[in-house]
């Protein structure tokens, strides 16, 4: 789920790898820490997505921001067996990350942790915005990317 996270932000494999390093150390340095006011893994998203966004910020402008995803490093569990109906679906799901990285910051960060199956609730905490404002973000989110794939199928 971490490394899906730094995929999600960064492009290139190795700065990738690095950052995913990075996250798991502050977890690591950060264990003593934690002291049960949300889960284990509302916990571990907020030092994921904070590691991540923090690098973002550092490298600004840099040419290792992601600009789209690189569907190898997607995770696919549910293939059809049919090669042809997973090349469509693999396009999709590239086209559909590529969407995701045109979003804001925040926005890439909600839709990626919901995308991730966390609650609302979880998604909040680790943001740092209300539920009710998740709610609406990720409702217009969805809208502006059903747009998208609209376009695309067209």
């Given at each position: 789920?971490?490394?899906?996270?730094?995929?999600?932000?960064?492009?290139?494999?190795?700065?990738?790898?690095?950052?995913?390093?990075?996250?798991?150390?502050?977890?690591?340095?950060?264990?003593?820490?934690?002291?049960?006011?949300?889960?284990i893994?509302?916990?571990?998203?907020?030092?994921?997505?904070?590691?991540?966004?923090?690098?973002?910020?550092?490298e600004a402008?840099?040419?290792?921001?992601?600009?789209h995803?690189?569907?190898?490093?997607?995770?696919?569990?549910?293939?059809?067996?049919?090669?042809?109906?997973?090349?469509?679906?693999?396009?999709?799901?590239?086209?559909?990350?590529?969407?995701?990285?045109?979003?804001?910051?925040i926005?890439?960060?909600?839709?990626?942790?919901?995308?991730?199956?966390?609650?609302?609730?979880?998604?909040?905490?680790?943001?740092g915005?209300?539920?009710?404002?998740?709610?609406?973000?990720?409702?217009?989110?969805?809208?502006?990317?059903?747009?998208?794939?609209?376009?695309?199928?067209?």
């Amino acid at each position: 789920m971490i490394y899906r996270l730094c995929c999600s932000y960064i492009n290139e494999s190795d700065l990738r790898k690095d950052l995913f390093q990075n996250i798991l150390i502050r977890i690591w340095r950060g264990l003593n820490s934690f002291e049960n006011r949300s889960s284990i893994k509302t916990w571990v998203y907020r030092i994921s997505v904070n590691t991540c966004v923090d690098f973002l910020r550092r490298e600004a402008g840099n040419k290792y921001i992601s600009k789209h995803m690189d569907i190898n490093d997607i995770e696919v569990t549910d293939r059809s067996g049919n090669l042809d109906e997973d090349l469509v679906f693999s396009e999709k799901i590239a086209f559909l990350y590529r969407c995701i990285n045109k979003l804001t910051l925040i926005d890439k960060t909600v839709i990626t942790l919901y995308l991730e199956d966390l609650s609302y609730k979880e998604i909040s905490v680790i943001v740092g915005i209300s539920e009710k404002n998740v709610s609406v973000k990720l409702f217009r989110i969805k809208k502006k990317l059903n747009k998208y794939l609209r376009e695309y199928e067209e």
